[in-house]
């Protein structure tokens, strides 16, 4: 699988960088970097390190909305992963809520090295109130956006495709640009899929400019 995808090398690279409790506390905005963004319990924290091939790199907090940091992991000088928050979940209180969701959308509108928002959602109970208030902001920014319908295997394939199928067209109804996959991180469905999307969010491998070849004529 790594031959066929070296981003999937390079995202085993992956290592913590650190933490920022905001916009203006983030590592210099240069190179690339995509994000991880997720309603609490939605599997962000597995989808990360199932495609980092590593089992504890990003941790799920014991506290699920508690900790309201960015989390960066370096994967060279250039690319970095975020692990933004959980977000939507109940028990933090409102004014905790109404902070982070400006600090969200500070974030995802103004940094310009984010290339990409990579969105999860539990596959059977995708897009609640907080997914489309990000998906909107990352609207508003036209900024490029993968969904994960995540722990796919807890239904069977036909059910699992009915609701691929079902946000396809809730997404088109909403006029929503983005695309969307199953994805497991227990049984590594959809990780060639999802490597596919940050190697182009990424830039990985670099694009070489060919030179233009030389030739030499040998008659006068």
């Given at each position: 699988m790594s031959e066929q995808n070296p981003v999937l090398t390079l995202l085993e690279k992956a290592k913590f960088m650190t933490s920022a409790p905001r916009l203006s506390a983030c590592p210099p905005n240069i190179g690339f970097e995509v994000a991880f963004a997720g309603r609490s319990n939605a599997g962000k924290s597995s989808?990360?390190?199932a495609l980092t091939r590593q089992r504890q790199l990003a941790?799920?907090?014991?506290?699920?909305?508690r900790?309201?940091?960015?989390?960066?992991?370096s994967l060279d000088e250039e690319r970095r992963l975020v692990d933004l928050p959980g977000y939507?979940?109940?028990?933090?209180?409102?004014?905790?809520?109404l902070a982070w969701q400006k600090e969200l959308e500070n974030y995802l509108i103004k940094r310009e090295s984010l290339q990409g928002l990579i969105v999860l959602m539990d596959v059977r109970h995708p897009l609640q109130k907080y997914d489309e208030m990000l998906l909107n902001w990352a609207q508003r920014r036209q900024l490029n956006v993968h969904i994960l319908l995540t722990k796919a295997d807890k239904l069977n394939r036909s059910p699992a495709l009915a609701a691929l199928q079902s946000m396809q067209k809730?997404?088109?109804?909403k006029n929503i640009v983005a695309t969307v996959q199953l994805f497991s991180a227990l049984q590594k469905t959809g990780l060639e899929d999802?490597?596919?999307?940050?190697?182009?969010?990424?830039?990985?491998?670099?694009q070489v400019?060919?030179?233009a070849a030389i030739t030499?004529?040998?008659?006068?």
């Amino acid at each position: 699988m790594s031959e066929q995808n070296p981003v999937l090398t390079l995202l085993e690279k992956a290592k913590f960088m650190t933490s920022a409790p905001r916009l203006s506390a983030c590592p210099p905005n240069i190179g690339f970097e995509v994000a991880f963004a997720g309603r609490s319990n939605a599997g962000k924290s597995s989808a990360i390190n199932a495609l980092t091939r590593q089992r504890q790199l990003a941790r799920a907090s014991k506290t699920p909305g508690r900790t309201q940091l960015l989390n960066y992991f370096s994967l060279d000088e250039e690319r970095r992963l975020v692990d933004l928050p959980g977000y939507g979940y109940a028990a933090v209180p409102m004014a905790i809520k109404l902070a982070w969701q400006k600090e969200l959308e500070n974030y995802l509108i103004k940094r310009e090295s984010l290339q990409g928002l990579i969105v999860l959602m539990d596959v059977r109970h995708p897009l609640q109130k907080y997914d489309e208030m990000l998906l909107n902001w990352a609207q508003r920014r036209q900024l490029n956006v993968h969904i994960l319908l995540t722990k796919a295997d807890k239904l069977n394939r036909s059910p699992a495709l009915a609701a691929l199928q079902s946000m396809q067209k809730q997404l088109k109804a909403k006029n929503i640009v983005a695309t969307v996959q199953l994805f497991s991180a227990l049984q590594k469905t959809g990780l060639e899929d999802a490597a596919d999307v940050l190697a182009q969010w990424l830039h990985y491998p670099p694009q070489v400019e060919n030179e233009a070849a030389i030739t030499t004529d040998s008659q006068p």
